[in-house]
C-alpha cells in the first residue's frame, strides 16, 4: 500500500494498541498491538474509521472499540 495514503493514529492512553493506520482507498485498517502482533482488516467502511478516530480523539479505548466493532465484523488477517 501507498504510505501517502494513510492516516496513522497513536492512542496514548491504550493498554493494548500502540497505533492504528487507515487506508482509505482500499478500505483497510491496520492495527499494531502492544503485545507485538499486527493485524489488517479489510472492508472497513469509512464512517466506523471515523468512530475509531473520533473516540480515541475523546480519549476513548482504541482496543474495546477495536474488540466490539472491528474484530468478528471484518476480514482481518495477521500480518506480522
Same mark, same amino acid.
Given at each position: 500500500?501507498?504510505?501517502?495514503?494513510?492516516? $496513522?493514529?497513536? /492512542?496514548? +492512553?491504550?493498554?493494548?494498541?500502540?497505533?492504528?493506520?487507515?487506508?482509505?482507498?482500499? !478500505?483497510?485498517?491496520?492495527?499494531?498491538?502492544?503485545?507485538?502482533?499486527?493485524?489488517?482488516? $479489510?472492508?472497513? /467502511?469509512? +464512517?466506523?474509521?471515523?468512530?475509531?478516530?473520533?473516540?480515541?480523539?475523546?480519549?476513548? !479505548?482504541?482496543?474495546?472499540?477495536?474488540?466490539?466493532?472491528?474484530?468478528?465484523?471484518?476480514?482481518?488477517?495477521?500480518?506480522?
Amino acid at each position: 500500500m501507498n504510505d501517502d495514503e494513510r492516516e $496513522t493514529l497513536i /492512542p496514548h +492512553s491504550s493498554t493494548n494498541v500502540v497505533k492504528f493506520e487507515w487506508w482509505p482507498s482500499k !478500505s483497510v485498517l491496520q492495527v499494531e498491538f502492544k503485545n507485538g502482533g499486527v493485524y489488517e482488516y $479489510t472492508g472497513v /467502511p469509512q +464512517s466506523v474509521f471515523d468512530e475509531l478516530r473520533n473516540g480515541h480523539m475523546r480519549g476513548e !479505548s482504541a482496543g474495546k472499540f477495536i474488540a466490539q466493532r472491528i474484530k468478528g465484523y471484518y476480514d482481518g488477517k495477521k500480518v506480522s
